[in-house]
């Protein structure tokens, strides 16, 4: 019993773990090109690639696509 308590708590630990994440957005098209790297601090995996996303968006030829990377 005290083995599965421990192995839940483990994952419980793991799965709430919060690092620092950077958001890099690059910019491509006819004109504009470029790479621009934001810090969004602490946060959970799904919470910073949940932001990050945000910033993708295209317009005409010009693209911003952006992933969230563990900094």
Do not use: P, R, W
Request: proline letters at 0%; hydrophobic letters at 35%; one cysteine or more.
């Amino acid at each position: 019993m005290k083995k599965l308590i421990i192995a839940v708590a483990a994952v419980a630990f793991l799965a709430s773990c919060k690092k620092d994440y950077s958001c890099e957005c690059v910019t491509t098209g006819s004109v504009i090109n470029g790479t621009v790297t934001t810090s969004l601090g602490k946060q959970k995996k799904d919470d910073a690639e949940t932001t990050c996303n945000a910033g993708d968006s295209s317009v005409g030829t010009v693209k911003v696509e952006c992933t969230a990377k563990e900094s």
